[in-house]
Nanobody, 128 residues
């Protein structure tokens, strides 16, 4: 059973930075994933922040975060990172890591329905 565990969230002032990590375990040998970060604020829908393919060569960033966040992947460590800079109060949310098994290592997906595995989330709170 694949498990995803996020870490690195916390409270930060506006303009600050955080780095989230998502470690995958229980991954069968030879499995490759498309990975993504979603976020959900109270009373709002779960929104895509970024998606990345297994090799890390292809990434997508939501317009709301483009230019402020960087997603990267270390396949040897089975870990995905989300570096967030210039944080704003509107970035406050629970951030979830997601993984989707894929045969094409160039693939990533934008919709939450494509992802089979989800982490419990890491809270990011940005104060003004």
């Amino acid at each position: 059973q694949v498990h995803l565990v996020e870490s690195g969230g916390g409270l930060v002032q506006a303009g600050g930075s955080l780095r989230l990590s998502c470690a995958a375990s229980g991954v069968p040998d030879g499995t490759t994933f498309a990975m993504a970060w979603f976020r959900q604020a109270p009373g709002k829908e779960r929104d895509l922040v970024t998606a990345i393919n297994w090799s890390g060569q292809h990434t997508y960033y939501a317009p709301a975060v483009r230019g402020r966040v960087t997603c990267s992947i270390d396949t040897a460590k089975m870990t995905v990172y989300l570096q967030m800079n210039s944080l704003k109060p509107e970035d406050t949310a629970m951030y979830h890591c997601a993984a989707a098994g894929t045969y094409n290592t160039d693939d990533y997906y934008l919709g939450p329905a494509a992802y089979s595995y989800w982490g419990q989330g890491s809270q990011v709170t940005v104060s003004s």
